[in-house]
């Protein structure tokens, strides 16, 4: 198999595994077994595990930085840019599975330093993102502090609503965006 579509598999294959089990919890040897390659293949594109978590949450940026210029260029209402923040959050998910930032959190104390300022530099970001969205519709912007708190709430009720689906199922994360769309509609 090519090289880089290989690498690119890993990378894949490793964000999935984040976002169903955590990073500490998987290991060379599941990203082997499910892609039927050896640890010396895994090895040559990523030295350490470390490495190859830098390299998840660079794609994370990468898809973070991708939309926030999508917005910058949108003429959409503030309703439909929240809307597809929402589903940036969650388009990534399988059954099962988390925000890959959200389970970076809660692995947080486990992970090497590099990467555990690459998740605060990722989560700062996101939560930028979300708060530009809110402040430029904002009619009244000499309110900083309020924007961003309810950019804080609001992205925590997504996180919130991404994990409360893994265990309730159903389309709770379409019920949350809607509510949430409204409360942020009438602020």
């Known amino acids: 198999m090519e090289t880089a579509k290989r690498k690119e598999q890993l990378l894949h294959l490793a964000e999935s595994l984040i976002r169903q089990k955590g990073y500490a ?3 060379y040897d599941d990203l082997s077994k499910h892609l039927g390659i ?10 350490k595990k470390e490495s190859l978590g830098l390299a998840v949450q660079e794609q994370i ?21 929240f809307v597809q923040f929402c589903q940036l959050q ?19 104390e486990l992970l090497p330093e590099t990467m555990r300022q690459r998740v605060q ?19 009244d912007r000499s ?3 309020e924007s ?11 996180k919130g609503a991404i994990q409360y689906h893994r265990v309730r199922g159903e389309d709770s994360l379409t019920d949350t965006w809607r509510g949430l769309t409204r409360l942020l509609i009438k602020q």
């Open 61 to 81: 940026y990468q898809r973070l930085v991708d939309f926030s210029l999508k917005m910058q260029d949108s003429e959409d209402s503030l309703e439909a840019r």
């Open 143 to 145: 309110s900083e502090t």
């Open 90 to 108: 969650s388009e990534q998910l399988a059954d099962n599975e988390i925000c890959p930032i959200s389970s970076l959190h809660a692995d947080f």
């Open 25 to 27: 919890a998987f290991s």
């Open 148 to 158: 961003y708190t309810i950019a804080l709430a609001m992205l925590s009720a997504i």
């Open 38 to 47: 050896s640890k010396a293949s895994i090895h040559y594109h990523f030295d």
């Open 121 to 139: 530099e990722i989560s700062h970001f996101e939560l930028t993102i979300l708060h530009d969205m809110i402040t430029l519709n904002a009619a």
